[in-house]
T-cell receptor, first 111, second 114 residues
Framework: DAKTTQPNSMESNEEEPVHLPCNHS???????IHWYRQLPSQGPEYVIH???SNVNNRMASLAIAEDRKSSTLILHRATLRDAAVYYC????????????FGQGTELSVKP | ETGVTQSPTHLIKTRGQQVTLRCSSQ?????VSWYQQALGQGPQFIFQ???????GRGNFPPRFSGLQFPNYSSELNVNALELDDSALYLC?????????????FGPGTRLTVL
């Protein structure tokens, strides 16, 4: 299983963009990069995932480095509701339900 | 479409007792996974059930066991409770067609062992 390194915490101002980095230098060529987040007192929720190309959805964008050893989750305009712990998770296509969570990054958003 | 639900929300047990936690998967999902989350840590994978069979297990002892029922609801059983079993227990359901599926998590059951 690939190991990940994320900052323990980050701060952002409301309505500003946030870039959450993740290093996954031991990622294998077939691992997708998934991001989940966990709001206070809730279970984790899926945010986005990608393999090689940058990805966008209604929640966020995912920028993947060309060598795939790092990725960045981008929240284009942070809201107070985005305050959560964000987890970057490399995951094999055939790994079924298993998610390997690291420590994650705790994002706080200031009004 | 109802989401993933778990019961009870909170539970207090004493060391040595046994506990059963319950999970109802999201409608249409065929797989359920269980995770343990200690305070300040990320969730740790316990095991997964697919079509009522265990389909992968993390580094947890045999006193952690589970069941998945035909209606895709699930139970996590923990025997001989230890103080370190105090944690938030999360279940997650997904639909797997041989490839990974997005996991949908319930709100968790907070277990305290005294």
């Amino acid at each position: 299983d690939a190991k990940t390194t994320q900052p323990n915490s980050m701060e952002s101002n409301e309505e500003e963009p946030v870039h959450l980095p993740c290093n996954h230098s031991t990622i294998s060529g077939t691992d997708y990069i998934h991001w989940y987040r966990q709001l206070p007192s809730q279970g984790p929720e899926y945010v986005i995932h990608g393999l090689t190309s940058n990805v966008n959805n209604r929640m966020a964008s995912l920028a993947i480095a060309e060598d795939r050893k790092s990725s960045t989750l981008i929240l284009h305009r942070a809201t107070l509701r985005d305050a959560a712990v964000y987890y970057c998770i490399p995951r094999r296509d055939n790994q079924g339900g298993k998610l390997i969570f690291g420590q994650g990054t705790e994002l706080s958003v200031k009004p | 479409e109802t989401g993933v639900t778990q019961s009870p929300t909170h539970l207090i047990k004493t060391r040595g007792q046994q506990v059963t936690l319950r999970c109802s998967s999201q409608s249409g999902h065929n797989t359920v996974s269980w995770y343990q989350q200690a305070l300040g840590q990320g969730p740790q994978f316990i095991f997964q059930y697919y079509r009522e069979e265990e389909n992968g297990r993390g580094n947890f002892p045999p006193r952690f066991s589970g069941l998945q029922f035909p209606n895709y609801s699930s139970e996590l059983n923990v025997n001989a409770l230890e103080l370190d079993d105090s944690a938030l227990y999360l279940c997650a359901s997904s639909f797997i067609r041989g490839r990974m599926g997005e996991q949908f998590f319930g709100p968790g059951t907070r277990l305290t062992v005294l």
